[in-house]
């Protein structure tokens, strides 16, 4: 992401002012908010293709808070647009709201690609968001299996609903598809962060399956296209998503969140907090 730019997008507030009395009822509301900044955001009165397409989230003039050309949340006080914000139910805690944006993203994943109960769904990276799509797709009725290189997170897998949590060995395309009747996965969500992520997904997946792709991670990737033509498999993927039903799975009770969960520094230790965050909890940030 291009610097200088206050980093951070996952996020939970109080509002304290409003620029306009359209918005007067936020203030003092605990609240969430959509990160791109689009045409509805700036109520423009001449929104882009995108947005006139309904396709927001790819506002061709977006801002992204804390990503791209919008300041983020590493700070005490930050501006964002009035028409972003979500309100927080009060039954859910500042520890939980915070995780509103990746379940967002979470979610998105099964509305791009719909499962259905039974389906058969490999979760390829069990980090934070992994541990997620995990739960949702559990939910969802899906048998399904885990991967990652990290015992505890393998460990952390099983708790929240995975059938099986397997480690990524030259074994493993062998060990699926003797879960799933010798074809392979229905489904393969590839959240590893990694561009080995792809051409692994590959070899999960069943014949005219698909594989989801979550990771973002700036690096080029190779997969055999031949492989994927003679299989038919289909490739699908998705980033941002609905804060709404994100708000309500929270306020629903429906996820275990505690095991994803940190420790707390305040932002002048923000170098230690970074630090920490490079394991496998989410670690919150609070104003001194």
């Known amino acids: 992401m291009p ?40 109520h423009s009165e001449d929104p882009c293709a995108a947005c006139r397409a309904a396709l927001e989230s790819h506002c061709q003039v977006r801002t992204v808070m804390g990503i791209v050309g919008a300041d983020g949340v590493f700070a005490s006080d ?13 039954t859910v805690l500042d520890e939980h709201a915070v995780f509103v944006e990746p379940l967002a993203a979470a979610l998105q994943t099964f509305e791009i690609t719909p499962t259905y109960p039974g389906e058969r769904v490999v979760v390829l990276g069990a980090g934070r968001l992994g541990a997620l799509i995990v739960q949702v797709a559990k939910l969802r009725g899906a048998h399904v299996v885990a991967v990652s290189r990290s015992g505890e997170k393998r460990r952390r897998a099983k708790k929240l609903g995975a059938r099986e949590a397997l480690p990524v060995s030259p074994k493993l395309p062998a060990q699926v598809r003797d879960l799933f009747d010798g074809l392979g996965a229905d489904l393969v969500v590839e959240a590893t962060g990694s561009p080995e992520g792809l051409p692994m997904a590959l070899e999960l997946v069943r014949p005219r399956g ?4 979550k990771t973002t991670c700036g690096l080029p990737s190779s997969i055999d296209t031949t492989r994927m033509v003679v299989n038919e498999v289909q490739i699908a993927s998705s980033r941002c998503g609905p804060f709404g039903k994100a708000l309500n799975w929270l306020r629903d009770g429906r996820l275990k969140l505690s095991g994803l969960l940190g420790e707390r520094f305040p932002f002048s230790r923000i170098e230690a907090a970074m630090v920490a965050a490079r394991g496998s909890r989410k670690v919150l940030l609070e104003p001194d």
Do not use: F, K
């Open 3 to 42: 610097l200088p730019l206050v980093l951070g997008h996952e996020w939970v507030g109080v509002v304290d002012a409003v620029g306009s009395d359209l918005y007067a009822q936020l203030i003092g509301q605990r609240v969430v908010g959509e990160i791109n900044i689009t045409c509805r955001s700036r």
């Open 78 to 90: 930050v501006l964002v647009p009035a028409a972003n914000l979500r309100p927080v139910p009060h």
């Open 210 to 213: 698909t594989i989801s792709i």
